[in-house]
T-cell receptor
Framework: GQQVMQIPQYQHVQEGEDFTTYCNSSTTLSNIQWYKQRPGGHPVFLIQLVKSGEVKKQKRLTFQFGEAKKNSSLHITATQTTDVGTYFC?????????????FGGGTRVLVKP | EAQVTQNPRYLITVTGKKLTVTCSQNMNHEYMSWYRQDPGLGLRQIYYSMNVEVTDKGDVPEGYKVSRKEKRNFPLILESPSPNQTSLYFCATKPQGFMNTEAFFGQGTRLTVV
């Protein structure tokens, strides 16, 4: 079945620095979603990418969908303590009964002040 | 306010004692699902429901049951919990099963089985 993998699993970042987390799917995706889960919280939708090569920005966050639609990345510039949390990517698996979201393992981001 | 409400938020139970985790949504969504979250494994789908009386297995359904008698409710039932079901559980909804739209998650239920 479809697999979605994220690297790194953990990311320790100095406040103010940039970092990137990567998401790779074993199959071509029709779209990819990103979620953020704050410590002790629940996943919250950030963004959805649909087109090959698409790039979207949300303030300091830049999301990219690969040309082959099998990978995606999230780049955060000038990391702040508010960026702490786990970031998940998720791709749909089309089934006969509904589109299931397959989540990656997540990248847990820790920020050093 | 649009909400997905899970109860309880925390539960410690003993092996073999049946329990139910409830999930309720007020968004009139047709699609509801249950995930479990374990370190390094992300979110894995347990069961999902396309609509009332329509449910199907996800990736890790063993040891779980669900029912969808009403559109707003989707309880998760553990008939005989075991320690390997200790996990963080999330209920998630979206408007329709075939729509590629965002999923809305409940606050989570942290279950410990001893």
């Amino acid at each position: 079945g479809q697999q979605v993998m994220q690297i790194p699993q953990y990311q320790h970042v100095q406040e103010g620095e940039d970092f990137t987390t990567y998401c790779n799917s074993s199959t071509t995706l029709s779209n990819i979603q990103w979620y953020k889960q704050r410590p002790g919280g629940h996943p919250v939708f950030l963004i959805q990418l649909v087109k090959s090569g698409e790039v979207k920005k949300q303030k300091r966050l830049t999301f990219q969908f690969g040309e082959a639609k099998k990978n995606s990345s999230l780049h955060i510039t000038a990391t702040q303590t508010t960026d702490v949390g786990t970031y998940f990517c998720a791709g749909p698996t089309v089934k006969a009964a509904g589109n299931k979201l397959t989540f990656g393992g997540g990248t847990r981001v820790l920020v050093k002040p | 306010e649009a909400q997905v409400t899970q109860n309880p938020r925390y539960l410690i139970t003993v092996t073999g004692k049946k329990l139910t985790v409830t999930c309720s949504q007020n968004m009139n969504h047709e699609y509801m699902s249950w995930y479990r979250q374990d370190p390094g494994l992300g979110l894995r789908q347990i069961y999902y429901s396309m609509n009332v009386e329509v449910t199907d297995k996800g990736d890790v359904p063993e040891g779980y049951k669900v029912s969808r008698k009403e559109k707003r409710n989707f309880p998760l039932i553990l008939e005989s919990p075991s320690p390997n079901q200790t996990s963080l559980y999330f209920c998630a909804t979206k408007p329709q099963g075939f729509m590629n739209t965002e999923a809305f998650f409940g606050q989570g239920t942290r279950l410990t089985v001893v």
